[in-house]
T-cell receptor, first 111, second 111 residues
């Protein structure tokens, strides 16, 4: 049972905004949307998470639709170092509910 | 503040040998996890722990055992290694207020 759906790959020009979509149509009211990324073979890195409202931090912005069935991660000015696999995950914060990683979106940032 | 530290980083085992992977975190997180990642796939949860002295099975627990004798340490054991256990192993920790922090991984090859 896939809880999220992401495109397998995307390209983005360096300096442009990268918009990564995620569908989570079966999300429950108490589930948060998390984004992680994995650069090459390193451990996944936390990016951002949100419940209902849009969120922004130093790395990215998270836009969640009003019905919460989809979201978009925005990297405002993508660089080559942002090339990675990006995972969108829904999870109940505060529980050891075992983050379930799909195959994510492979973002390739190009010159 | 080192975050999550995994040892060793690389290991080659012969079929039938045993070994223990060590994960240590210095963030006072309650929850700890062991994941494995096979080529081209997302992470799969092996075992997890919600606190010192407690462990639970994840998605793919067979062939592995774990222990959490101290809050900061989470050990993953392979009693009799098999080639199917060749993988990259990631440890992670989390708390109620923060997302997951992952280690840099252990690359295990079983020949």
């Amino acid at each position: 049972d896939a809880k999220t759906t992401q495109p397998p790959s995307m390209d983005c020009a360096e300096g442009r905004a990268a918009n990564l979509p995620c569908n989570h149509s079966t999300i429950s009211g108490n589930e948060y949307v998390y984004w992680y990324r994995q650069i090459h073979s390193q451990g996944p890195q936390y990016i951002i998470h949100g419940l209902k409202n849009n969120e922004t931090n130093e790395m990215a912005s998270l836009i969640i639709t009003e019905d919460r069935k989809s979201s978009t991660l925005i990297l405002p000015h993508a660089t080559l170092r942002d090339t990675a696999v990006y995972y969108c995950i829904v999870d109940i914060t505060g529980t050891a509910s075992k983050l379930t990683f799909g195959t994510g979106t492979r973002l390739q940032v190009m010159l | 503040n080192a975050g999550v530290t995994q040892t060793p980083k690389f290991r080659v085992l012969k079929t039938g040998q045993s070994m223990t992977l060590l994960c240590a975190q210095d963030m006072n997180h309650e929850y700890m996890y062991w994941y494995r990642q096979d080529p081209g796939m997302g992470l799969r949860l092996i075992h997890y722990s919600v606190g010192e002295g407690t462990t639970a099975k994840g998605e793919v627990p067979d062939g592995y055992n774990v222990s959490r004798l101290k809050k900061q340490n989470f050990l993953l054991g392979l009693e009799s290694a098999a080639p199917s256990q060749t993988s990259v192993y990631f440890c992670a920790s989390s708390s109620l207020r923060h997302g997951y922090t992952f280690g840099s991984g252990t690359r295990l090859t079983v020949v």
